[in-house]
């Protein structure tokens, strides 16, 4: 029965692979954890079955087979190796995709190991696959709500990520009433939102940002959630809050919510709303 | 005869006025310049025929209503006064119209302001007018040409800003073949090139941005060019080599091109072409 074998929970950094691992046990779900070297955090490395270099493809493969896993489950990022790490990998590393994948940066390089792993007979699933309870729910989150004007800021963004989502850029965006004030590129949501919170300094901005100021940010149309699973948490808050926004919108059912109740208390104390929003990527 | 009559050159911030002042004279046009106390440049306000604070508007109705011009051409950025300036201003202000374009920031004042001139039976028209030999023109300037890889970015970037040209956002982005490293913002292009150079400087872009990245700077659909006619110039092409890019591509005919032969000879010793493509806004 595949239920009866575990999962492969690919651990990388941050703490999703942690909230993935609780998720896993509240739903009486076996997993063993597969750290990375240099990305899985202190809390995981403590309790990893195995671990491996980035990029270590023939030592992941021969662990992987050994586990016979019903599926391959990678959770946080690799994305971005620290210096240190590429240099760990770079000496492992032989296939060429792979090579490409770590120049391209971002998610090319998981997609690349995604391939080669499925190449080689696994099924991988993603982290809104496998542990459904750690994504946004529709509608209304703690006790703010959107007012007219931050209406109009996120039916813009929703329009605007939409007419973007063919293209290989951000999936967020800080927007006022009908004004874009800041798309996502590679550099990811927080540092999209310094840039916001810095226009919302200018003089001409007499130092807030347009009233009804809103964070939307979506998934973008046929995303590999696998791979990038947009996600926020208590420091989206408080930046989203730095940078003046009314609040923020995510895509219901393809945003994790990372820490949930600490993420809804922030935006209740800084007085932000958060909503999920339909979607249908 | 209308072409008698002089038109009135609203003289703003930067080098802008003095070069259309120059063209002007070289097609024999006759004109008047009227300086913005706080943003004309030395060179402008040593030939102002006239002087008025930014967002004094009746004072510049009667000064406008006395020379009776062909037409009024603003030239030279007023969007983001100083906050010297701003103060100056503010006690000027009677028209609602004109302070929410103050608070908005960008191009909703000078478009309030152009509206206002309308309203009182003047013409205004753009650079793009009466300064054509400005523009940069379609085709290849200087030595360096795209190769393949700018070639896609090129096409990608054009994409990109046709698919975001109903949203009020910028008018340029940073493109790598199929990925876009960055879409400007109200921050401009200048700045949009530092975070693309920076992002160019993360380990896992080892140090460089991606071979063939271009800076697409193109017109938004049905944009006002009177308003806000996209430029570039030597501290552009300085900026887009900092970050890395193989060249820039403009709108032919909808861009101005500040120091044409400065700035060419700017690219072509930095290694980066710089092309005109045919657009039709």
């Not at 492969?8 to 954890?33: H, I, Q």
């Not at 006790?143 to 007219?148: G, I, Y």
């Not at 063919?166 to 999209?192: K, L, S, Y």
Request: with cysteine; net charge positive.
């Amino acid at each position: 029965m595949a239920s009866s074998r575990p999962l492969a929970l690919v651990a990388g950094a941050g703490r999703l692979p942690e909230l993935v691992a609780a998720s896993l046990e509240r739903a009486g779900r076996p997993f063993r954890v597969l750290a990375v070297r240099g990305f899985t955090e202190r809390a995981m490395r403590a309790r990893a079955d195995a671990t491996v270099d980035l990029l270590d493809i023939p030592g992941t493969l021969r662990i992987l087979k050994d586990w016979a896993p019903d599926a391959v489950v990678p959770a946080g990022g690799v994305a971005r190796p620290s210096p240190a790490a590429l240099l760990n990998a770079a000496h492992a590393v032989k296939n060429r995709d792979i090579l490409r994948g770590l120049a391209g940066g971002d998610d090319r390089l998981l997609r690349a190991v995604l391939s080669l792993l499925e190449e080689n007979g696994h099924r991988v699933l993603g982290v809104h696959e496998v542990a459904p309870d750690l994504l946004g729910r529709p509608g209304r989150f703690g006790t703010h709500a959107p007012d007219s004007d931050a209406a109009l800021s996120i039916a813009t963004g929703r329009a605007m990520l939409g007419a973007l989502s063919p293209f290989d850029v951000g999936q967020a965006a800080v927007v006022a009433a009908e004004r874009v004030i800041a798309v996502e590129g590679p550099e990811g949501t927080d540092r999209m939102l310094l840039r916001a919170r810095a226009l919302g300094r200018k003089p001409f901005g007499y130092g807030s940002a347009p009233k009804g100021t809103v964070l939307v940010k979506l998934p973008k149309l046929g995303q590999d959630l696998r791979i990038d699973l947009p996600a926020i948490g208590p420091r989206t808050v408080q930046r989203a809050a730095a940078a003046g926004c009314a609040g923020i919108a995510i895509g219901a059912g393809y945003t994790l919510v990372i820490d949930v109740d600490r993420t809804v208390a922030a935006a209740d104390a800084a007085g932000l709303f958060l909503v999920g929003l339909e979607v249908a990527p």
